[in-house]
């Protein structure tokens, strides 16, 4: 499974200095960098240099949009994994703010 982003930058960007929600955090960053990816579509090869398998080759550096992005999905599953209490995304879709920053690099839907 691909992790576009390590825990340790997850907690050091969400602030979070313990080691006890290590595994459901590396669950959350597994599950942001496949829902990322998706979202992404094609243009995922692109723009992350996935080889053959859907594998992300060592030594490649995610854009740092596409990083932020994850990042910020992986923090909203940590602090409310059961609902969504600002309302920030639809059922089925990604929160507004993660939109924000991949929709330009996304690949267009076909009409």
Known sequence: MVALVTLETVKERLRIDTTDDDGALSG????????????????????L???????????????????????????????NPDSDPDKDFEMGYLPKPVTALLYPLRDPALA
């Not at 960053?29 to 723009?47: M, R």
Request: glycine share 10%.
């Open 49 to 79: 240099d996935l080889d053959s398998g859907g594998e992300l080759p060592s030594g490649v550096e995610v854009p740092p949009l596409i990083a932020t992005a994850t990042v910020i999905l992986v923090g909203y599953w940590y602090r």
């Open 28 to 47: 959350y960053i597994e599950s942001a960098s496949a829902a990322v990816i998706n979202y992404l579509k094609g243009q995922a090869e692109v723009l």
